[in-house]
């Protein structure tokens, strides 16, 4: 196993993800820094709610979108899971992917257990069931797996077990050269400097973090982990900056636009300017979550806000 040279930190080197495709899309007479992806999760409502788009026609839905590379959500296929392996599935969408001339990015799991659970029987059986999803990264050619750091409600012992927990993960993923990823997704996942810490104590190069522009939420009123107003929140800016350095995927939130087509809860040159501080060469996952505008609408302004400032 190889341990992180933290004196590389602010190289290009360590954004963790070796994308020489990265601007491959990008041969405009304006070079931009960053490539554009899409999280499948933009999407959500279109394949939960609406029932208007298939999941496993994700890569198509990306390209007629204008994308060359994607990031998938796993719990978007468990209704194709109940008809049929993740062999299967992992086959198709390999197919798929190559049909549309699509990169593979990430899987961002979840519900799969609980990594940062003070019973240590729980974390291993977390460990067990992200094995599948880190095998299904490793054939669609992913660089890594995002997962949560869930189980645990004090602090100090949230910071240990996660630890333990992304560890014992990180060593098997390791095998098959794919990445895992934390992203400030709830709860003390959200406290940048505690998930930071985290990290640099796995101190391993394949550990790293997915830092979400919007997901800083640390408790909400009804002590929901991802729905309801929020009652404490960690600085989102200061709290990229805490992540970037294990950075080996970005996620560029969005919610809703004002007439300038501007974020009106995100900074986005601020947080873009974050991001370039910290030598990140990767690509920028757009990740729309907004109610007042379809997705695909969403999707559009996020990528034109994005293309803005990225020069």
């Not at 930071?196 to 104590?201: G, K, P, R, S, T």
Request: net charge negative; proline share 2%; glycine share 6%.
């Amino acid at each position: 196993m190889k341990r992180r040279q933290f004196n590389k930190l602010f190289t290009s080197a360590s954004s963790g993800v070796i994308l020489s495709s990265a601007y491959s899309c990008n041969n405009h007479k304006k070079k931009n820094k960053f490539g554009i992806s899409l999280a499948q999760w933009s999407l959500n409502k279109m394949i939960k709610i609406e029932k208007t788009l298939n999941p496993k026609d994700f890569a198509f839905q990306a390209k007629e979108l204008g994308f060359d590379a994607i990031e998938y959500v796993s719990t978007l296929y468990r209704p194709e899971l109940e008809k049929m392996t993740i062999s299967k599935l992992t086959k198709e969408l390999t197919s798929n992917s190559e049909e549309y001339n699509i990169k593979n990015l990430l899987i961002m799991v979840d519900d799969e257990g609980d990594l940062s659970s003070s019973n240590a029987n729980q974390i291993i059986e977390s460990v067990e069931k992200h094995k599948k999803w880190v095998e299904m990264a490793y054939e669609l050619g992913c660089h890594s797996v995002r997962v949560n750091l869930e189980g645990e409600s004090e602090l100090e012992k949230w910071k240990k077990n996660s630890v333990i927990g992304l560890t014992k993960l990180s060593e098997f993923a390791s095998n098959s050269n794919i990445n895992i990823i934390v992203e400030n997704h709830g709860s003390h996942s959200s406290n940048g400097k505690a998930l930071a810490e985290v990290i640099e104590n796995v101190n391993l190069e394949n550990c790293g973090t997915l830092p979400d522009f919007g997901n800083f939420c640390i408790k909400r009123k009804n002590n929901s982990l991802y729905d309801g107003p929020c009652e404490v929140e960690y600085d989102k800016y200061q709290g990229m900056r805490d992540l970037m350095p294990y950075a080996k995927a970005v996620s560029a939130k969005s919610y809703d636009f004002n007439d300038k087509g501007e974020e009106t809860t995100i900074d986005f040159r601020q947080m873009m300017s974050i991001v370039e501080e910290f030598g990140y060469e990767g690509f920028l996952g757009i990740e729309y979550e907004g109610n007042k505008l379809s997705e695909k609408e969403g999707i559009r302004l996020t990528k034109e806000l994005i293309q803005k400032y990225n020069y």
